[in-house]
């Protein structure tokens, strides 16, 4: 991780999103605190950090989803990890160019 860090300084980037997805904040906090996580402990003390709240219901696909576009799972579309086909009841897994919305719109 400490590339990511040495990356984003060389660049001059001004914003690195980095997210866990179902980690635990409690845990990577106390692994932090032991002295397991060295290079998490540096990019929470040298960066930005917070808990955000998920989506209802909180699953993966439409909260990653949600955050990158800035709509809810229902103006996207899909609750979870399938979608129905249209015009029937056949479910498919949610792929790629379903994440090809605008933005905040």
């Not at 001059?12 to 402990?41: C, H, M, R, Y």
């Not at 219901?57 to 990890?81: E, I």
């Amino acid at each position: 991780m400490l590339f990511i860090l040495d990356f984003v300084r060389q660049r001059k980037i001004q914003v690195i999103l980095f997210g866990l997805d179902a980690a635990s904040s409690n845990v990577i906090q106390a692994w932090v605190e032991e002295g397991q996580l060295p290079t998490f402990a540096r990019m929470l003390r040298e960066g930005s950090h917070g808990i955000l709240k998920s989506t209802l219901p909180p699953v993966t696909v439409p909260a990653w989803a949600a955050m990158l576009t800035g709509k809810n799972p229902g103006r996207l579309g899909y609750c979870d990890f399938s979608e129905r086909k249209d015009g029937s009841y056949h479910f498919g897994a949610v792929n790629l160019p379903i994440f090809a919305q605008s933005t905040f719109g």
